[in-house]
């Protein structure tokens, strides 16, 4: 089986360099639709798991100061365990990469 094409994004300080698949299936696009539209939770809460499902989904390594992490368990733990503009780097790369090769997906 092929393996499906990446992109990799670095932070302007080039600290992080986040390596995203470049394929969303239709069924992972619809699981994420559910994950935007139908949320029992608060806006918010809802919001931060539209970020996680979609770094599930499409991150393959993430590096942060040198130290790289892959897995997609491993990176679901780091991204929890982010500062706060680690995580805006995230969103804001995720918003990127899906307006490039998704632009019927909106990224949160």
Do not use: N
């Amino acid at each position: 089986m092929p393996q499906a094409p990446a992109c990799e994004y670095a932070s302007p300080d080039g600290e992080q360099v986040l390596s995203l698949r470049c394929v969303l299936t239709p069924r992972t696009r619809a699981a994420y639709g559910q994950v935007r539209g139908d949320s029992p939770l608060s806006q918010e809460d809802a919001w931060q798991r539209a970020v996680e499902f979609l770094f599930e989904r499409l991150a393959l390594r993430w590096a942060v100061h040198g130290v790289a992490t892959e897995g997609s368990k491993e990176l679901l733990l780091r991204l929890r365990a982010a500062t706060p503009d680690e995580r805006r780097f995230v969103r804001d790369t995720l918003r990127a990469h899906c307006a490039e090769w998704f632009p019927d997906v909106q990224a949160p």
